[in-house]
């Protein structure tokens, strides 16, 4: 199979999965879970998620040398920060750049 | 009441902007990253247009980059299970939301409306007092559709036009984003620390450990937040009226 197709047809699938998650209590569920244990677990899921996805990757999300790794941790810890203190999800992002940036420049004058 | 700020499709374009502009800017970061993943412009394009969610997608190019004829089906499999997953939030968001609407609401219309539930536009949606109007909603959709598709193909194409050093720092944006939603979540609701705390714990294993290293990253993500979220459902269990 080529590989574009291969893309398409995971693209697709992949659409249709989230799409049902989505459509499918849009449009059948009127009534409320009532099982604790599902509306705990339904709770946790998204963060859980989210940080596995960013631990450890953000750290070798600039590459994978040294001075890569250097730059993305700075990037972490300024992200962290400007988290904790309740900047808004674009400020953080945009932060983060930032920090990777002037390591990055920083590095190139030492 | 209704008089004082109806649900009109204006109303919800104009809710729309602030969102919009967020996710110009961090599909502009998934294009970026997907196209530093070799994957096609055009392929993430299509995929912002018809998946609309930031972490799903990301998830996904892994195991579409990874992709190859003899592992198709292997990939098949990782991509279902990975989007259940980490996309099972919109689950309960589209059953918190289904209850919201307003009685005009028909079948045709919640199928049309269920694609655009995503965290923010839902967060915005649901924190309304009015019932919600299939209008609203769609306006509310429409602008961060567009932000989120011209962001990702202008970071696919410009993502291989830049200077390395640009484009790799934008690949940070997206994790950090994600550190923007864990963070104040955490700091709102103490519960929720130990289970990231477990979750970034068991996905430095699998990423550190050498023969825990072969699990493919898609999997891996399901057994960090399955687990994780098994133990805060177990040891924390959420009181009613809390899922919020």
């Not at chain 1, 596995?52 to 070798?60: E, G, L, N, S, V």
């Not at chain 1, 730059?71 to 400007?82: E, F, N, P, R």
């Not at chain 2, 919201?100 to 919640?110: G, I, M, P, S």
């Amino acid at each position: 199979m080529d590989k574009y197709i291969i893309a398409i047809i995971l693209t697709f699938v992949m659409a249709i999965v989230t799409y049902i998650i989505r459509m499918i209590p849009f449009v059948f569920f009127r009534k409320k879970i009532k099982s604790n244990f599902i509306k705990s677990l339904l709770y946790y899921i998204p963060y859980a998620v989210l940080s596995a996805m960013t631990f450890p990757a953000i750290f070798y999300s600039t590459g994978s040398s040294a001075e890569s790794i250097i730059m993305a941790s700075v990037g972490t810890v300024i992200a962290l920060i400007a988290s904790i203190t309740k900047r808004s999800l674009v400020v953080v992002a945009i932060l983060a750049i930032v920090a990777v940036l002037a390591t990055y420049g920083i590095m190139l004058l030492v | 009441m209704a008089k004082i700020s109806t649900l009109t499709f204006k109303k919800g374009v104009s809710d729309g902007i602030p969102i919009a502009l967020g996710y110009l800017s961090v599909s502009f970061a998934f294009g970026v990253t997907a196209t530093s993943k070799m994957i096609n412009p055009l392929i993430s394009l299509l995929i912002s247009m018809t998946n609309l969610t930031s972490a799903g997608q990301l998830a996904g190019v892994e195991v579409i980059a990874s992709a190859t004829a003899t592992t198709f089906l292997s990939a098949l499999f990782q991509i279902i299970l990975t989007q259940l997953v980490i996309n099972a939030r919109y689950f309960l968001m589209s059953l918190t939301l289904s209850q919201k609407l307003e009685d005009k609401f028909t079948v045709a219309d919640r199928l049309l409306c269920a694609f655009g539930i995503t965290d923010e536009i839902f967060g915005v949606a649901v924190s309304k007092t009015q019932p919600i109007s299939k209008k609203y909603m769609l306006g509310l959709i429409l602008l961060p559709f567009i932000g989120w598709s011209v962001g990702t193909i202008s970071g696919a194409l410009l993502g291989s036009i830049l200077p390395t050093f640009i484009s790799d720092a934008l690949s940070i944006a997206l994790y950090a984003m994600f550190i923007a939603i864990v963070i104040p979540a955490g700091m709102n609701d103490k519960k929720i620390i130990p289970v990231v705390l477990i979750s970034v714990a068991l996905s430095c294993a699998f990423f550190f450990i050498p023969f825990l290293k072969v699990v493919p990253v898609g999997i891996t993500y399901i057994i960090c937040a399955l687990v994780a979220s098994v133990v805060g459902a177990i040891f924390f269990p959420i009181k009613d009226n809390e899922e919020e």
